[in-house]
């Protein structure tokens, strides 16, 4: 998923755990619940976390904690099988089983639930799985909220035992199948004031909400994309996307800005001398999209591998370029 | 690590391709085994003087290629294309720095910051003069061989240096060895680029043979033991 950036963290903490539990929680989710097996408690997180996952076919993915944040024993994030998955989802539904170990990062949180009067908190599908947390805080700590959730199907929807435990009136199930879509201008266009709007979800309904709340305070709107914007064509003035795997934050490349000057300016940083593409020190791993090479060092057997780029010079020819960082 | 001897640029080193690789890979050698020699005599007597004595000279060669890159623009930089003027300039600026950060280290083991050529570089600061004003293309051919032998150094100095707890001096090193891979990259892209004729050829051979004879020499414990020795000869007189 791609994340709103707003905590900086390129400490990487890496923890071996075991699945202690799987759980089907709709027709295409399935939860795991991960902890030592030593039973040392877990690192502390907050609504809004997310670790990455390091899976044995060697991809990396992340996935929002969806579990009780109190509970020091365990951790539980929660996978859609998804047929256009890059084989992340897949290989979690395929191959993790009740006793295996993985490898994850963090918790890191950009999305983390700031203070408010009220909150309304708007899921779409697996994009639940940030919010669930928040609503246990929003809870315990007697905030109001109102959660609207949406789905292709009621069976399809996870964890509605768990919401329904919330549930005093404030809560909006929308599968569509019954329902349509959500009707967003219904919940966002008599928003009272001090009310902080979360969405977590596909792209569309992201772009939709975003449109809706267009008049809002810039700090009412706290969103956090499955996937990155898509953008179906480079853009004419050779802007483009990246994504940093390790953490899924998106950054936006403007045309004429460097690739190293972006990722700089992001807080990342990158070995470099030259900025010439002449030293190589900048090297970077490239897990996805089409590199630019402009640079005057790497061979026409690396160019054309396509798995790394000195961001110094070297820019993108599709969409969006994704990073090993 | 990518192999900035690689880099991309004309083909005016092909002939000599061979030769040219060998003389950087000797020079390399040469600057690592004196550099360990020199760190093994250290470990038996760790006297921060004579670590102040043996950067002496590099600090000076920092200084040094300041001075060489702005005549090499002052006096060829118009046969460049401009992107070479300004990666040459940029090239002396981070020479600059390495001569600051250098000379801080230096001043805090105790010595001071060379103003003029110390005697033990003197041979090396000659031979690169000597080469800048024959030929345009042979002074970037002398440092081309001295910053790559100075590459050799860097194992043996992060070593040596964090045995003793020398972290400034490592911290140092550890940024001129980044730097070096561009400056290096940049003298063979520009040797590659603008090598024409068999006479600019057997200027940078020359060049690059003399260097490849001198480069080493400064990292030896022998040449350290021979500037303290000077250094001390004329206190004793006066005593």
Known sequence: MCAEPSVLDNIETTHSLQVLQTTTESDSVVSLELGTSDGRPMPEWQPGAHIDVMLANGLVRQYSLCGNYADRSRWRIAVLRDPSSRGGSQFIHASVRTGQRIQVAGPRNHFPLIAAERYLFIAGGIGITPILPMLQKASETGTPWTLVYGGRSRSSMAFLDNIRRYDSGNVFLIPQDECGHIDLERFLSRLRPQTAVYCCGPGPLIDAVETVCQTFPPAALHRERFSPRQRTEVADDGSFEVMLAKSGRVIQVAAGESLLSALEDAGYKVTNSCRAGICGTCLLNVLGGTPDHQDDLLSDDQRESGTMILPCVSRCKSSQLILDL | ?239
């Open chain 2, 1 to 239: 690590m990518l192999d900035v001897k690689k880099v991309r640029g004309g083909n005016g080193l092909d002939p000599i391709g061979a030769e040219v690789d060998e003389i950087l890979a000797s020079a390399e050698e040469a600057a690592r085994v004196a550099t360990k020699s020199f760190f093994d005599s250290f470990q038996t007597d760790p006297n921060p003087a004579a670590l102040a004595t043996w950067l002496e000279t590099r600090v000076w060669r920092e200084i040094d290629y300041v001075y060489l890159l702005n005549d090499q623009i002052r006096r060829y930089g118009m046969r460049l294309q401009r992107k070479h003027i300004t990666l040459l300039a940029k090239q002396s600026f981070q020479e600059a720095e390495h001569y600051e950060d250098l000379g801080r280290v230096l001043e805090n083991l105790g010595g001071t910051v060379p103003t003029a050529v110390p005697a033990q570089a003197q041979e090396w600061s000659d031979w690169l003069w000597d080469c800048m004003g024959r030929h345009h293309l042979a002074g970037i051919a002398a440092w081309y061989v001295s910053e790559t032998s100075a590459s050799g150094s860097f194992e043996p100095t992060f070593e040596g240096c964090g045995r003793h707890g020398y972290t400034d001096v490592v911290k140092c090193y550890k940024q001129i060895e980044i730097d070096e891979k561009f400056h290096t990259g940049l003298g063979r892209q520009i040797l590659s680029t603008y090598t024409q004729t068999d006479e600019d050829r057997a200027e940078i051979l020359r060049a690059m043979r003399g260097m490849q004879k001198i480069a080493w020499k400064t990292f030896t414990p022998e040449n350290v033991a021979a500037s303290m020795a000077a250094r001390a000869t004329p206190a004793a007189a006066a005593n």
